[in-house]
């Protein structure tokens, strides 16, 4: 297996994709039909992903992907203003993809 990717899921999204068979949220409030790919990190940008992005919420899940079980492609783009490379999942989440989904709560102003 290459290495994992990671996805940063609000917990009621997560919820909400067993009853539609797939994930389909890019980010925060917006989704894969809004923004054409889903926002990904790989294990070294996963703190700061959320630390930018979700640093006002106290509760995640994060969700641990294998990319040989997804369907459509991944690309690494720039991120705006960045040079930084992020994961992009250009198609649905399946949820067979996902290796392990944990509840991630904030401790001070860290994630654990």
């Avoid at 609000?10 to 539609?20: G, P, Q, R, T």
């Avoid at 039909?33 to 979700?54: C, E, K, P, W």
């Avoid at 994060?62 to 994961?87: C, H, K, N, T, Y």
Wanted: proline share 5%; no cysteine; aromatic share 10%.
């Amino acid at each position: 297996m290459s290495e994992p990717l990671f996805h940063i899921a609000l917990v009621e999204d997560w919820i909400d994709a067993f009853a539609n068979g797939e994930y389909r949220m890019s980010t925060r409030s917006m989704s894969l039909d809004d923004v054409g790919f889903i926002h990904m990190s790989t294990r070294a940008q996963l703190i700061g992903t959320a630390n930018r992005f979700y640093g006002d919420l106290d509760e995640l899940t994060v969700l641990m992907i294998d990319p040989a079980r997804l369907e459509d492609p991944v690309r690494f783009e720039a991120a705006p203003g960045s040079d930084e490379l992020f994961p992009h999942l250009y198609g649905a989440l399946p949820l067979a993809a996902v290796l392990d989904a944990r509840l991630w709560q904030r401790t001070t102003n860290e994630w654990s």
